[in-house]
């Protein structure tokens, strides 16, 4: 099994940035996909970024790229979301999501296998 603890969200002002982190417990030593999901309020979980340690493949939403930063720490159990020149509309709960069967990316969240508890990010204007 595995489980995914996000941390890091918080309120920041329009141009700020964020680091969200996600703690990997359980089943690490398999390679997996992951991604990173949004849901505003009113509004379906939205793909993010999603990598593949395997394949060594990143890829995000266009309303992001360039902008945020999907990484992983060295001792590889906790990855990373950097976000940069934060827009009010990135206001959303967080998801690290996390997949054992396919080597991904995987854009779609039902695609995945586990998830966390999310993370609040609110950008003011």
């Known amino acids: 099994q595995v489980q995914l603890v996000e941390s890091g969200g918080g309120l920041v002002q329009a141009g700020g940035s964020l680091r969200l982190s996600c703690a990997v417990l359980?089943?690490?030593?398999?390679?997996?996909?992951m991604g990173w999901f949004r849901q505003a309020p009113g509004k379906e979980r939205e793909f993010v970024a999603a990598i593949s340690w395997s394949v060594g493949s990143t890829d995000y939403a266009d309303s992001v790229k360039g902008r945020f930063t999907f990484s992983r720490g060295n001792d590889k159990n906790t990855v990373y979301l950097q976000m940069n020149s934060l827009k009010p509309e990135d206001t959303a709960v967080y998801y690290c999501e996390a997949d054992t069967s396919h080597l991904g990316p995987l854009y779609y969240p039902d695609e995945y296998d586990y998830w966390g508890k999310g993370t609040q990010v609110t950008v003011s204007s």
């Open positions: 359980g089943r690490t030593s398999m390679s997996y996909a």
